[in-house]
T-cell receptor, first 112, second 113 residues
């Protein structure tokens, strides 16, 4: 059974710092992995999607990497801003399976 | 272009009652998925509807049922509510051919007392 873990559960850093959020999964036979952002009252927004054949994806100040063999993904946020404060979740989709399997998220607070 | 909308925003029910949550998908989307998110946890997949039929189901009891209408909107019904059903219920829509591009609604916060 696939399990997705995100550490730390919460993180507070000063504005301007670069930071890394971690996601690990127990079964490496994934189809793809997605990083989402969740803001209170606004649902979930997809940030980056990495297919199983890819090593990384970039969007603006965000960079997500994937190492299937070790069951790990990282989300790198450069030059953090207060507007980056949110909960970040990673989720995997398994082969021949439609549903997403989610981690519990990392709550990020960027202090001005 | 309206995104995914859900109603109501908040709901308070008593244990044993029944509840219906509603979701309108993003324009052009034909598939609706429902998730339950308990406080401090990631979402858990409940089920997915396509062409008015349940296409896949997660590990939820039969108290959870759904429906999809010809206009692709969907309802989630929960019978015999338990305190543990208190959660944020999220709806996501997509095209059946592009499953990984799911758009999420803001959710319905259900509190069972």
């Amino acid at each position: 059974k696939q399990e997705v873990t995100q550490i730390p559960a919460a993180l507070s850093v000063p504005e301007g710092e670069n930071l890394v959020l971690n996601c690990s999964f127990t079964d490496s036979a994934i189809y793809n992995l997605q990083w989402f952002r969740q803001d209170p009252g606004k649902g979930l927004t997809s940030l980056l999607l990495i297919q199983s054949s890819q090593r990384e994806q970039t969007s603006g100040r965000l960079n997500a990497s994937l190492d299937k063999s070790s069951g790990r993904s990282t989300l790198y946020i450069a030059a953090s801003q207060p507007g980056d404060s949110a909960t970040y979740l990673c989720a995997v989709r398994m082969d021949s399976n439609y549903q997403l399997i989610w981690g519990a998220g990392t709550k990020l607070i960027i202090k001005p | 272009d309206a995104g995914v909308t859900q109603s109501p925003t908040h709901l308070i029910k008593t244990r044993g009652q029944q509840v219906t949550l509603r979701c309108s998908p993003k324009s052009g989307h034909d598939t609706v998925s429902w998730y339950q998110q308990a406080l401090g946890q990631g979402p858990q997949f409940i089920f997915q509807y396509y062409e008015e039929e349940e296409r896949q189901r997660g590990n939820f009891p039969d108290r959870f049922s759904g429906h999809q209408f010809p206009n692709y909107s969907s309802e989630l019904n929960v019978n015999a509510l338990l305190l543990g059903d208190s959660a944020l219920y999220l709806c996501a829509s997509s095209l059946v051919s592009v499953q990984y591009e799911q758009y999420f609604g803001p959710g319905t916060r259900l509190t069972v007392t």
